[in-house]
Each structure stands twice: as C-alpha cells, then as structure tokens.
C-alpha cells in the first residue's frame, strides 16, 4: 500500500473518499512514492466552505498578529530548509542544490510577508476639502485560490498563500498532481506555526478540481501559475466568473550576447540558465542569440554544455535531473526531432542518453541546436526541456526585434560590456523581466515577477507590492467631523467645499 496525500480540509488532513488515485513518482526511477487523490466535489465544497467560514473571524486578527504568525512560520520553513528540499528532491527530480534554492525562494516570499502591515498601508489627504479628510483602507477579498505548476512546488504555493493569509484571507491551494508531496508539507508546517487551522485548505486533483474552483460563487481571487494554454482557460473561465484572476503563464527567454561580452562569464551562464533543472523553468534560457561576432563561439558552447551530465538528485556530480515525467520526455524527444526534421543543425544531441544505473529514468541529455530560424516549432514552442537553440544576427536592433516578436515575455538578458547597449536593450525591449549580465533575472519578493505578453494574463502579479494589491481591495474614505450639531436643512450638493 501506498500512502495516500491528504487533502487539508476545516484544519483536519483526511484521506479522500475518492476512488480515483494517481502515482506520485520518482523521475529517475518510476517508483511510486504516494497516491494522489483527485478530490470529490463535495471536498471542493467543503474546502471552499470553510476557508469561507473563517475568513469572517481571520480578517479581524489585527495585521500585527498575522504578522507574527508569519515569522514564526518562515522560521519553520528554515529549519526544515533540508528535509522539505529532500522531499521535493524525490518527487521532482531536481538535484538537491537546486530543491533547496526552490524553497529558498518561497522562503523570501515568507519573509516578506511579514512586513504586511506597512505593505497594507493606505493614503490620506488632509484638508481635501474645508475640514474634510480622504484616506484609504485596504482591506482582504475573502476566499482565493491558488493553482499551482510541478516544476516549483515550494516556491510556487509560497508565493501565492503567505502574501494571500497574511492580507486577511483565506486560501485554497490545488498544488500540481504530479508532486502534491512538498505542498502537504508546507501545509503541515503551516499549521504546526498556529495559524488558525481552517485559514489554508489543500485540496489535490487537475482540471475538474480546478473548474470547480474556477466557477465556484464564493471565490473571490485565482492566482494561476503553469502552462500558456491552461492559462488561458483560467483566465477566461475565472473572469467570465467575475472573479480577479491572475495568470503566470509560459516562456521563451532569449539570451542577447553580444561580441563584447565576457566569453566565459557568458558560456558558463548560458550553460546554467539553459539546461538547469532540466531546462523545467519558466525563466530558462532557450534561445541564444549571438550578435555578430559572438557566433564564433559556438564550438565553446557546445564543449561546456556537453560537460553537464544529468544525474540523481542527490548526486553531486549531476548538472541536473530526469524530466518530470514519460509523458514530459517523450514531448521533449518529439520536439527535438521535429527540429531535425525542419532543417535546424542539432549541434549536440542528448535524445538517446540513458543513466547506466538507472534507465528507468526520463532522461535527456543537453541538447543544441544552431542554425534555428522562428519559423520553426523549437523556436515557436516552449519546449521545457535541456535544449539550446542558437539564433545568429548581425545587430543588436535585429536581436531585440527577433525578441520582440516572440509571444512570450516572460524573461531575457544581455551580455555585454557596453552599459549603452544594455541601456538600449533595457528600453526596447518588450519583456517583462531583464537581466544585464545577469541569466535569469528573477526579482526578488520586494519586487514582484513581471511576465508581459502571453506569458502574463491579468494585471496585477505575482508577490511584492503588486500581489499585496491583488489580494485586498481598496476602500477610499471621505470624512468630516462637526464641532457642533447645527443643521441648515437639507444640503443636496454633491460637491465637497
Ligand atoms: P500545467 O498548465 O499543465 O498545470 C498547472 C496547473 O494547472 C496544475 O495544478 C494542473 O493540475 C492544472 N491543470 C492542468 N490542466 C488543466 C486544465 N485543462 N484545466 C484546469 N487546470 C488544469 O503546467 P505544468 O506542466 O505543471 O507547469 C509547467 C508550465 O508552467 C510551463 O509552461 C512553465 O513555463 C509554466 N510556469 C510559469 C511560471 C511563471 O511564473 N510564468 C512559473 C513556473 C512555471
């Protein structure tokens, strides 16, 4: 028998009464580490009924409060830093230096929501009239969801509930079915801080799950983090439900490297950047584009990326994993094939790589392509997988316009010595997010993650200042004080004076 992942349901982990399981597996081996219920409707209900039920005495605990349960909790995190990268480490794969760097950055979110109570903080204009002031109030929303992607399993759920319970609501995480294991965990640590025990529910499942929340009248908010097209889907069927709903979605980020750059710094950093978790990141880079000279740098790219082999998680020779999945692998391969057969020059090749002590594994070894051009579905797709396409222009300008016509904005970077080119690509440039000398420009949790274009649907993103106003709503307040009680009968003006 297998365990079983609890659902966390009215501050109680229960087993689902569903019959319907899936396996939870380890990536390099197959072996199944626990079952994953895809919860009933009536779990759905319950989960969404209690966080409702609680929010009415939650948003009354005074910020301060809720703030120290907050640092008492990112306290915990810490503690359990290795045991909760262990446990992500097994279900996703990763090798145990980046599991840990996965939660390290949910952690930060943590940290930062401790400060929630100057984050709330609203505006006041004295005197906006004679003897009247204007200030404003932000208050928390209710319920709000939290649907979550496998390839970060603490960060991800760590930027959305922190930030949500601390704001006063309350939360309903559906954490990816294919490694539900690390947000039990979070959950249970979440709890062991004293919180109240109803103010985070995890309930497991996929898209019926998901549709249930999506249209359910009592959600007010839907933080969504994975693929452009299931984004796509929530963001329709969430507004069309007139709930706030905030969509961080998929990627193809290009690394500028221009002739001037540091060869090392650059072949090093795009070694990391592109195949690193197995290039499972919605910052990886998979397409370099070398300006002018920079294209006779190809052969050392290739000498170092043929140097990463992938590995166990707890190997520390190991670049990086297997894929998440047979299903993850074999998109890979088919993708990687269909670059052959388009005509692109498959420079290295990690189709066939096996690991000799475990073949089981969903293997694939570095993989790059020069000669790519956009016409191409290895450039048009976001292939999620440790591949490399190398694109060749002659200008900086043509760069930013190859990058500007990709759909995605997720991230980019330049590598250069020259801060006037970086400055003009900083300016130009139609991304989000922009790293200059820098591979993958994630913010850190005082600012927020900035995906443009389709892989952002919404307004306001992810953790930071702008999650603080996702999750609360304004309330402007007009007010005046009498200092007697003389009324001059009816006064019908609209306008303050
Ligand atoms: P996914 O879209 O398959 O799944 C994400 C979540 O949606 C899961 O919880 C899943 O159960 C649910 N889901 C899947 N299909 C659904 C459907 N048809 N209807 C409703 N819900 C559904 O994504 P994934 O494969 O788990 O994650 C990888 C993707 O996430 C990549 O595209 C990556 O770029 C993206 N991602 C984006 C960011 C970002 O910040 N922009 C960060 C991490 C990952």
């Known amino acids: 028998m297998h365990t079983k992942v609890p659902n966390l349901i009215n501050g109680e982990f229960c087993e689902s009464r569903t019959e319907n399981y899936l396996d939870v597996t380890n990536p390099a081996t197959q072996g199944i580490l626990a079952r994953v219920p895809m919860s009933t409707t009536d779990e759905v209900q319950a989960a969404v009924q209690s966080a409702k039920a609680r929010f009415a005495t939650w948003k009354e605990v005074p910020a301060p409060e809720r703030a120290r349960l907050m640092l008492r909790y ?37 940290e930062h929501a401790c400060g929630i109570a100057t984050l709330m903080m609203g505006e006041t204009v004295e005197n906006v009239a004679r003897d009247i002031d204007t200030y404003s109030l ?5 319920v709000c969801v ?10 991800i759920p760590l930027w959305m509930f922190p930030l949500a319970i601390a704001c006063g609501n309350t939360f309903v995480l559906k954490p990816s079915e294919q490694d539900p294991m690390t947000p039990t965990r979070l959950a249970e640590l979440f709890l062991e801080a004293g919180f109240p025990k109803d103010v985070l529910q995890v309930v497991h499942g996929g898209k019926e799950q998901v549709d249930q929340l999506l249209t359910h009248p009592d959600v007010r908010a839907i933080s969504f983090v994975g693929s452009a097209h299931v984004g796509q889907h929530i963001y329709r069927t969430g507004t069309d439900h007139l709930k706030r709903v905030q969509c961080m979605t998929g990627a193809k980020n290009h690394m500028v490297v221009m002739p001037d750059a540091n060869k090392q710094q650059v072949i090093s950093h795009l070694t990391g950047a592109s195949v690193g978790a197995a290039g499972q990141r919605c910052m990886a880079i998979s397409v370099g584009v070398l300006v002018g000279e920079a294209g006779e740098w190809i052969d050392d790219i290739k000498a170092n990326l043929e140097q990463v082999k992938p590995g166990l998680w707890n190997d520390e020779a190991a670049g990086f994993g297997p894929l998440i999945s047979p299903a993850a692998k074999e998109r890979v391969l088919e993708l990687i094939q269909s670059g052959k057969d388009q005509g692109a020059q498959c420079l290295l090749d990690g189709s066939s790589y096996t690991h000799t002590d475990y073949p089981e594994g969903n293997w694939v070894g570095p993989t790059l392509f020069g000669n790519v051009t956009p016409d191409m579905r290895v450039y048009q797709e976001e292939i999620f997988g440790p591949v490399l396409l190398l694109v060749q222009v002659d200008t900086l300008e043509a760069a930013i316009e190859l990058i500007n016509n990709n759909p995605f904005g997720n991230g980019t970077s330049i590598f250069t010595a020259s801060g006037g080119a970086a400055r003009y690509f900083q300016h130009h440039i139609e991304v989000g997010q922009v790293g200059i000398n820098v591979p993958i420009p994630v913010p850190l949790p005082f600012f927020s993650f900035t995906g443009w274009k389709n892989s952002f649907y919404g307004d306001q993103h992810a953790y930071g200042k702008q999650a603080v106003r996702f999750y609360t709503e304004t309330k402007t307040i007009t007010a005046r004080w009498f200092d007697n009680d003389a009324v001059s009968g009816p006064n019908m003006t609209i306008q303050l004076k």
């Open 74 to 110: 990112q306290h915990l995190l810490k503690e359990h830093h290795d045991e909760l990268a262990e446990i992500l480490s097994q279900e996703t794969g990763k090798t145990f230096a980046d599991a840990k760097g996965d939660v390290w950055r949910g952690i930060e979110v943590a």
């Open 138 to 142: 932000t208050q928390p929303l209710g």
């Open 146 to 155: 939290g649907i979550t992607p496998f390839n970060f399993p603490a960060m």
